[in-house]
């Protein structure tokens, strides 16, 4: 059981951009049989959160809070200044009160992804800084994210703010903080035991949150699609400049080593898209989730991209190892 949950998850993470993409399609067509389950994926997006919380404890946490200027800057750049670039893009691209542009804006504030510990490792990033940062932003983005949707839409559209707190302490801090606590509790061995089958039962639920959500905005998609040509590039731009600033904002630290250039860029470019899909269906139009679904079509081959580019102009000739144990990533 150990070897084939293993051998899954491995399989998983190598064909992770084919998968995800795949699902949403899935999800699309599959839209009518697949809407009655649509309710469930707040709580299996919870599930994930918990198994991605069980690899970090707070000898990862400590590690950050002792140097926090990465932190600080991957907070700044994601949740400051690119979700100012979303905007701008949307405000030129579609005008400042559209539904397209709160999607977009949407996308930069939802917390760091998951996913980017796994590119962060194969990019011979720094991976305990980046699980670190992941579990963070996470917990934080109980206030980040509605302070952030109040300060960009607070006049133009109506939320509970209120209610959307609750939702993200029951299925992100929550999950967290009993995924963090059950590490310490372990000592790190809990994870380690249960990897066979808690591992490939995450990536399973990040595959389903993704196909659900997907089969729920399929009927509002087909009724958009002359909207594409405009929402489609917008959505590329807002990724890709995202990856950027994280590379090139990371300068702003001193001397800062290849890896931290690494792990920026793919905190800054990768979002917890799962999570946006749940905000965005949950509190908005499905107009203003498009943006957010296309934001996984188009994250995961970027990173691809974004990995080849870094092999080929910024190898790495003698990979240090991180001070903290790397832990498996969870989806």
Same mark, same amino acid.
Request: charged share 15%; aromatic share 8%.
């Given at each position: 059981m150990r070897s084939w949950g293993l051998s899954f998850s491995k399989g998983y993470e190598k064909y992770m951009f084919l998968i995800i993409p795949a699902s949403l399609i899935i999800g699309f067509i599959l839209s009518h049989?697949? *809407?009655? %389950?649509?309710?469930?994926?707040?709580?299996? %997006?919870?599930y994930v959160t %918990? =198994? *991605?919380?069980?690899? $970090?404890?707070?000898? +990862?946490?400590?590690? =950050?809070?002792?140097?926090?200027?990465? *932190? !600080?800057?991957? !907070?700044i750049l994601s949740h400051g200044v690119a979700p100012l670039l979303a905007y701008g893009i949307g405000w030129l691209s579609f005008g400042a009160h559209s539904d397209y542009t709160v999607g977009l804006v949407l996308f930069t504030i939802i917390p760091l992804g998951v996913s980017s510990v796994l590119w962060v490792g194969l990019s +011979?990033? +720094? =991976?305990?800084?980046?699980?670190?940062?992941v579990v963070l932003d996470s917990a934080l983005s109980l206030l980040v994210v509605p302070g952030l949707i109040e300060a960009f839409f607070g006049t133009?559209?109506?939320? /509970?703010?209120?209610?959307?707190?609750? /939702?993200?302490?029951?299925?992100?801090?929550?999950?967290?903080?009993?995924?963090v606590t059950l590490y310490e509790i372990s000592r790190g061995k809990l994870k380690e035991k249960t990897a066979p089958i808690a591992i490939p039962l995450s990536k399973l639920g990040f595959t389903a949150v993704v196909m659900l959500n997907a089969a729920a905005i399929a009927p509002h998609v087909t009724q958009l699609k002359h909207d594409m040509v405009l929402v489609i590039p917008s959505v590329v731009l807002v990724v890709g400049l995202s990856y950027i600033l994280g590379f090139y904002g990371s300068n702003l630290?001193?001397?800062?080593?290849?890896?931290?250039? !690494?792990?920026?860029?793919y905190a800054s470019g990768m979002r917890n898209i799962s999570l946006g899909m749940v905000i965005a269906m949950t509190y908005f139009s499905p107009?203003?989730?498009?943006?957010v679904v296309l934001?996984? *079509?188009?994250?995961?081959?970027?990173a691809t991209l974004f990995h080849? $580019? =870094?092999?080929?102009w910024v190898p790495s000739h003698s990979v240090s190892q991180p001070t903290v144990k790397t832990i498996e990533t969870n989806n």
């Open positions: 049989w697949l *809407m009655p %389950f649509v309710s469930w994926s707040p709580y299996i %997006f919870g %918990f =198994v *991605m919380a069980l690899g $970090c404890g707070i000898e +990862h946490l400590k590690w =950050v809070v002792k140097r926090p200027a990465p *932190m !600080i800057l991957t !907070i +011979h990033g +720094h =991976v305990p800084l980046m699980l670190a940062m133009q559209i109506t939320f /509970d703010s209120v209610k959307l707190m609750k /939702d993200l302490l029951v299925i992100v801090v929550l999950p967290t903080v009993v995924g630290l001193r001397k800062p080593s290849r890896e931290i250039k !690494i792990t920026l860029s107009k203003a989730s498009v943006p934001g996984i *079509m188009v994250q995961q081959p970027l080849a $580019c =870094v092999k080929k």
